[in-house]
Nanobody, 120 residues
């Protein structure tokens, strides 16, 4: 069974930065999703198993960067120029299949989530 443990969430002012981490037990294609209160869970970014391919939601392009350190079995989401609308619980997820664009249905293992709150 895949284990995913997120960390790095918190409270930050608009324009600030945060880095999320996800420790994963194994080598998978990885994604970050987020869910704001009362809204559906949405795709944010994905990185392939080899780290050679990435994919981003339009809403975060140019502000967020997903990358991984396979030696540490950890995936990161660097979030810069944060906006209040980025406030959500962020989840990392794992999949065996690299699909573009990614959807929730493509991922079958999920972390517990970490809260990111951006104040205006």
């Amino acid at each position: 069974q895949v284990q995913l443990i997120e960390s790095g969430g918190g409270l930050v002012q608009a324009g600030g930065s945060l880095r999320l981490s996800c420790a994963v037990s194994g080598r998978y294609h990885m994604g970050w999703f987020r869910q704001a209160p009362g809204k559906e869970r949405d795709f944010v970014a994905a990185v392939s198993r080899s780290a050679l391919n990435t994919y981003y939601a339009d809403s975060v392009k140019g502000r967020f960067t997903i990358y991984r350190d396979n030696a540490k079995n950890t995936v990161y989401l660097q979030m810069n120029s944060l906006k209040p609308e980025d406030t959500a619980v962020y989840y990392c997820a794992a999949t065996q299949s690299w699909v573009q664009p990614p959807t929730l249905a493509d991922y079958n293992s999920w972390g517990q989530g970490t809260q990111v709150t951006v104040s205006s």
